[in-house]
């Protein structure tokens, strides 16, 4: 089975948050003071996350990413993603997080045999490192990133959201940093979903990027990702030395219109678009066991995913609350 939107996009992706919990306090993500914390019984039990997944895959999801908060912050973590995967062995599992807790967790994590990882890096600095994060140590990033890489996970990409006069001058390095370890860095654009945390001159679009990437090569198009077609990302080769590099143009170029994927956050509430602030709660329908109800919220759901995002459409909400 498989769905198709009102639009005519397949929907065969889902990105589930395990917790509105984080051990960093980045700029662009949350408040200083943090943000309200959902109760323990709130957030989505293991065994509750693995029966939605059931839904979802007989729905025609095909790819799941586990996000936060900082998925890693969540007790048992790493042998839920050996369960989960003995359970769905032949989707695309992968996981996006700030790698701090990484270098104990990954030999466990290399087990559940993920499609990729994927690692928010905005700078290599360790000074800024503590500024953008409020609370980090860039060493902790730095050796999870290095235990993922040796326990065999790949790919591994790096996350920077380019903010005008924080890391730009800094680019050069970020990559540099990344391609020495054989990653793939990508670059996204500062998007304004919450607009207390958002600066619009802070804000760097992808044609400015790319002049700074022309800078350092000679970049030719990739025509896509072989292992994840619909991304977001738009690749880059150099013809000289193979490196690659991503750009996600979330907002000067955004890619709506081939948008494959919808969310679920850490409290079972289901969203169809980041920047949409509709939510439909699903948590009771999981743990009342009810398929025919949750089939039939998840479809509608779907049926509701805008064309695009629009400055009116966006909501007040933080990162670490939705799920990335």
């Known amino acids: 089975m498989s769905i198709i939107d009102p639009r005519g996009r397949l929907i065969d992706y889902a990105r589930i948050s395990l917790t509105d919990r984080c051990n960093y306090r980045c700029v662009y993500c949350m408040p200083e003071e943090g943000v309200a914390r959902l109760s323990?019984?709130?957030?989505?039990?293991?065994?509750?996350?693995?029966?939605?997944?059931?839904?979802?895959?007989s729905l025609g999801v095909r790819h799941i990413r586990f996000t936060g908060g900082e998925p890693l912050v969540r007790k048992?973590?790493?042998?839920?993603?050996?369960?989960?995967?003995?359970e769905f062995p032949d989707i695309r599992l992968s996981l996006t997080t700030n790698a701090s807790l990484l270098g104990e967790a990954a030999p466990v994590i290399a087990r559940a045999r993920l499609s990729g990882i994927n690692?928010?890096?905005?700078?290599?600095?360790?000074?800024?490192?503590?500024?953008?994060?409020?609370?980090?140590?860039?060493?902790?990033?730095?050796?999870?990133?290095?235990?993922?890489?040796?326990?065999?996970?790949?790919?591994?990409k790096t996350n920077t959201v380019l903010m005008r006069?924080?890391?730009?001058?800094?680019?050069?390095?970020?990559?540099?940093?990344?391609?020495?370890?054989?990653?793939?860095?990508?670059?996204i654009e500062f998007m304004p979903l919450n607009e207390s945390l958002w600066a619009r001159d802070s804000f760097i679009g992808s044609d400015e990027i790319k002049s700074i990437l022309n800078s350092l090569g000679d970049w030719k198009p990739e025509k896509t990702d072989s292992q994840y077609p619909?991304?977001?990302?738009?690749?880059?080769?150099?013809?000289?030395?193979?490196?690659r590099v991503g750009i996600i143009e979330a907002v000067s170029n955004h890619f709506c219109e081939s948008c494959n994927r919808l969310r679920i956050t850490a409290s079972g509430k289901f969203?169809?678009?980041?920047?949409?602030?509709?939510?439909?709660?699903?948590?009771?329908?999981?743990?009342?066991?009810?398929?025919?109800a949750l089939t039939r919220a998840i479809t509608e759901g779907i049926g509701l995913k805008p064309a695009k995002w629009t400055q009116a459409s966006d909501g007040d909400g933080n990162m670490s609350g939705i799920g990335g």
């Open 40 to 57: 323990h019984g709130g957030i989505m039990r293991y065994e509750e996350i693995i029966w939605l997944a059931r839904v979802l895959v």
């Open 76 to 86: 048992g973590m790493p042998e839920f993603l050996l369960s989960f995967r003995k």
């Open 119 to 156: 690692v928010s890096l905005d700078t290599v600095d360790p000074v800024k490192f503590s500024a953008v994060t409020r609370t980090g140590d860039i060493r902790d990033v730095f050796g999870g990133i290095e235990a993922a890489a040796s326990s065999g996970i790949s790919p591994i």
């Open 165 to 187: 006069g924080f890391n730009d001058a800094e680019l050069p390095e970020i990559l540099n940093f990344a391609w020495s370890l054989g990653l793939i860095p990508r670059i």
């Open 230 to 243: 619909r991304g977001p990302a738009k690749y880059f080769a150099d013809r000289a030395t193979g490196r």
């Open 271 to 292: 969203r169809a678009c980041l920047f949409n602030n509709r939510e439909i709660p699903l948590l009771g329908m999981v743990r009342a066991r009810d398929r025919d």
